[in-house]
């Protein structure tokens, strides 16, 4: 019988456990034994194997998180920690692994492909930035959650004609806090692709203001160069001259913690069962993705290689609805 396992790594996202769900049940459909790799690739690293039924994933879809556990791991970034995971797997009878993360996780991923072991990634981030899928698993819940932040911030701030900052998540990528800003009609977007000053912020609050708006709300992903302390600070300090304050609101892991939406159980039921899927055909070393409504199957050595970008024109699509 053939033996695989499967982990969640990095950063957790709403419909990793849908998607942990899947490969277990469509590995145990082919007739496979799957095993769990407890918190990432730490787990593999302290050989933290837990051997999972059908009964043992069940229930865990509608929840967000991961049954799994997930890390950061330094120790597996090296290549002693690398040929550790490999011992550890070879040790288990382990024949296949499914690697459920983002950039980082699929970097490990890929690196062990290349020592040779048999590895399958499944595209999983809340920050939309992996190459090889145009959606990535967890996006779309956090993104309603951001929504949700926005419509109420909005309620509160035009009752008190105030401007408010949200700052969503995004170390490297824009993605998340573009969409908020699109899909929740706010009047800036601060993302790290394009370099803003707080200048031309103060200047478009002061627009909505000048448009007779009741309110300005501006987003900001974390990692944009003026994020929500910068930009508090810079408020604070011009105060008097702007005549009007900016609110900040962070809203952090919150936007990690939500159940799972129906498109992100879908997503991952989806790309859980193409690993499996592709591992029965004998595919190794890609990153299970979806594009144009597709399964897909991109190389990790070009997943790796690659940078996915931002539709630059939904910035000014933003602007002009705002
Ligand atoms: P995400 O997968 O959400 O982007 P991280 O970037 O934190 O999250 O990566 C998760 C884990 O993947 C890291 O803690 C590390 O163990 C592993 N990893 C990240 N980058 C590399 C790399 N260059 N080589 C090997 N492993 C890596
Ligand atoms: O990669 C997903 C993500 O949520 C990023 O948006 C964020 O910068 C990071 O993880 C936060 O990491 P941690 O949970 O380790 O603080």
Redesign the pocket.
Known sequence: MRKIAVLTS??DAPGMNAAIRAVVRSGIAKGWEVYGVKNGYSGLLAGNFIHLGPRDVGGIMQRGGTMLGSA?SLEFKTDAGQKKAIRNLNSMGIEGLIVIG?NGSQTGSFKLFESGFPVVGVAS???NDLYGSEITIGVDTALNIALEAVDRLKITASSHQRAFLLEV???DCGYLALMTALAGGAEAVIIPEVPTKPEEIAKQIEEAYEKGKAHAIVIVA??AEYNAEKLSNYFKDHHETLGFDLRVAILG?IQ?GGDPSAYDRLLASRLGSGAVEAMANGIYGVLTGWIQSKITYTPLAEVVANKKTLDKSLIELAAILD
């Open positions: 990095g950063g950061r983002g981030t809340i920050d998540m995004g170390r974390e990692g892991h990690r």
